[in-house]
């Protein structure tokens, strides 16, 4: 689409990931980013792998996603490979030397279009952004009841009754920064998230072996302050499961 156009100006890298058997998604794609400069990053596939086989190579730990889940849950194989996925594709990245990448999975759907909401973005980023959420799911506006909430989960954490520590509650909602961006709080979904070189390393170390959702890894560092994240307002683009007649399936999770 002409306005997303703007998006290879400013990123180095626009990368799809994707698996060879969802090639019927990418006719869809491909019609989303008409006109757009990008490449299909082809991930790890749950149909070739076994748990068995991750676990005894160390690919992934059970215990460590339990110790890391807040209710101490493993990975299903889908979402080890989903996670693996975007593992390797932040070492690839690393491998190229690209500074600014945009990362999308095979079900986005373009939201905002308008070339000028996506200047005003780009515009808007502080030069030392390391994590930026062009799509996103889950807390996006803060009622009351939310805040309400958020106090006892301070109270819960600093119990130690939950996994949350006291800091990490204190950045579950996204804050006000600009016009057009939030600081980023607790945000479902990595449909379309953009990554800086600064936040690669820690994100390969955090899933090193695997152990978390690969929108879980994400919000670990936003939730502990070690990263510097934002939400676009509005958000840019929407998962397709959540769009009016879009498909329920997810090739790359599920």
């Known amino acids: 689409m002409k306005g997303l156009k703007i998006l290879n100006k400013y990123f180095d890298k626009i990368f799809v990931v994707t698996l060879h058997r969802s090639a019927d ?13 990008f490449e299909y990053f082809y991930g790890a596939d ?28 493993e990975m299903f194989l ?36 308008d070339e000028t909401i996506l200047h005003a973005i780009i515009k808007e980023l502080p030069a030392n952004w390391e994590l930026v959420y062009w799509g996103y799911y889950h807390n996006e506006k803060v009622s009351p009841k939310m805040r ?14 939950i996994k949350w520590t006291p800091k990490q509650v204190s950045n579950i909602y996204p804050k006000k920064y600009t016009a057009h961006l ?24 955090l899933q090193t072996p695997v152990a978390f959702c690969a929108d879980t890894l994400l919000t670990e560092l936003v939730l502990t ?21 879009g498909s329920k399936v997810s090739y790359i999770s599920s």
């Open 25 to 37: 998604r990418h006719e869809k794609i491909n019609k989303h980013f008409e006109g757009v400069d």
């Open 46 to 73: 749950k149909m070739n792998l076994t748990m068995e086989e991750l676990i005894r190579t160390n690919v992934y730990d059970p215990e460590k996603a339990k110790k890391m889940h807040r209710n101490n849950k």
């Open 78 to 113: 889908g979402q080890v490979a989903c996670s693996l996925s975007h593992k390797q594709l932040y070492k690839h990245i690393l491998d190229k030397g690209y500074e600014k990448v945009l990362i999308m999975e095979d079900d986005f759907v373009p939201a905002i279009t």
């Open 148 to 161: 309400l909430a958020q106090f006892y989960y301070y109270l819960m954490g600093g119990l130690r009754i």
């Open 182 to 205: 939030k600081k980023a709080g607790f945000h479902n979904t990595t449909h379309a998230y953009a990554v800086s070189k600064p936040i690669l390393q820690k994100l390969i170390q």
């Open 225 to 245: 302050g070690n990263t510097k994240a934002f939400i676009t307002i509005p958000k840019v683009f929407d998962q397709e499961i959540f769009t009016e007649g």
